[in-house]
């Protein structure tokens, strides 16, 4: 005699499967890892290279900074302008489409 298949009372089969991890997803996870290395890895060779002292004038604050650190932080305000920027263009094209 086989057991019944369990089910519940929506008529649904209640057995649970399991299935193996997506491999794809960890393979990119892993990739994505190393990228990130990669790139953190340049970024302090990058500032350690660039050490030279520049001052830096801007709505009248004056900083001495390293070279290497104002670009970084330069590079880091481009890139957080444009991910604002497009966060309000994404949400402009929404509030068009639910307008009309």
């Known amino acids: 005699m086989t057991n019944p298949t369990p089910i ?7 057995t649970t499967t399991t ?3 997506n491999k794809g997803r960890r393979v990119s996870t892993i990739i994505g ?8 890895v340049a970024f ?8 030279e002292q520049v001052q830096i004038e801007f709505f009248g604050l004056n900083l001495d900074l390293a070279q290497g650190v104002a670009l970084l932080l330069a590079a880091v305000v481009g890139f957080l302008i444009a991910v604002l920027g497009a966060g309000v263009l994404r ?8 307008r009309s």
Request: charge should be positive; proline fraction near 3%; avoid cysteine.
């Open 8 to 14: 519940n009372e929506t008529g649904t089969d209640t």
């Open 19 to 21: 299935t193996a991890p």
């Open 33 to 40: 890892l190393i990228i990130a290395a990669v790139l953190v």
């Open 44 to 51: 302090i060779v990058f500032v350690t290279q660039n050490t």
């Open 91 to 98: 949400l402009r094209s929404k509030v068009r489409r639910r």
